[in-house]
């Protein structure tokens, strides 16, 4: 990111700057913290890496393409293949298994044929330590059960890059260990780049670095 900004409401008269120029680098599979006090902008920072938003100024380079140029298609095209999401709120579809919300984001990905999606969502479905749960509904999950499913279909393209905001938030100290240790893993063994929003100071020491997010700007 060179020189990033963003507005909500740009040209209204509820206008505001929430990013003041953000100049950052992520080195391909480095595990990064992103702290910050909320409201700070560290949401929305992701959400611009993510491809989500667009910036109101700057560039951004993701995955080695220019992304300032490129249409929604195009986004969207380069987000689907490159980026991982994992939320706080895990936004399974709670009616659907955890095997089917693993396969959810290769249907229609032309890569991947039934019977190769499904098992590719096997596989990720047992690197997550869920093979005993994968017929089960996500709504009978745990939280942190659920919270895995959701790493698994972050997944399931294969993404260079893995936004994670406060995956941890809303789970037992167990269970944030869980998640953080399976991230850590794939980051490990995949060489899968991380940004990791967390207020878990614990969590935040065991990253290679911390971005700081105050006020839109980045410390240091
Ligand atoms: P954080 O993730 O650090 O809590 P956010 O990126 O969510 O911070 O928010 C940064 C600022 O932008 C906050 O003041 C928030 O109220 C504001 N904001 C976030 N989303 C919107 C939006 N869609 N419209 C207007 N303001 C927003």
Redesign the pocket.
């Known amino acids: 990111m060179r020189g990033v900004r963003k507005a909500?409401?740009p040209g209204t008269p509820i206008e505001?700057e929430?990013l003041h120029g953000i100049d950052l680098t992520v080195v391909q599979g480095e595990f990064c913290a992103v702290v910050?006090?909320?409201?700070?902008?560290?949401?929305?920072?992701?959400?611009i890496v993510g491809l989500l938003d667009r910036p109101t100024a700057g560039t951004l380079e993701v995955c080695g393409e220019q992304t300032t140029r490129l249409d929604d298609r195009a986004l969207t095209r380069l987000r689907g293949h490159s980026i991982g999401f994992v939320f706080q709120y895990h936004h399974l579809i709670t009616a659907f298994t955890a095997l089917e919300n693993v396969m959810m984001p290769m249907l229609g990905a032309a890569e991947f044929a039934n019977e190769a999606m499904r098992v590719r969502a096997l596989a990720l479905i047992a690197s997550v330590g869920l093979t005993a749960w994968q017929d089960n509904l996500a709504g009978n999950l745990s939280g942190g059960q659920q919270q895995r499913v959701a790493i698994a279909r972050a997944l399931a393209m294969g993404p260079a890059l893995l936004l994670a905001?406060e995956p941890t938030g809303n789970l037992d100290t167990r269970s944030a260990d869980e998640v953080f240790t399976l991230l850590r893993q794939f980051n490990t063994e995949r060489g899968t780049t991380v940004l990791f929003?967390t207020h878990n100071v614990a969590l935040a020491e065991r990253c290679d670095k911390t971005i700081e997010?105050i006020d839109?700007r980045l410390t240091g």
């Open positions: 909500y409401n505001t929430v910050g006090p909320s409201g700070s902008g560290k949401s929305t920072l992701l959400n905001d929003v997010v839109g």
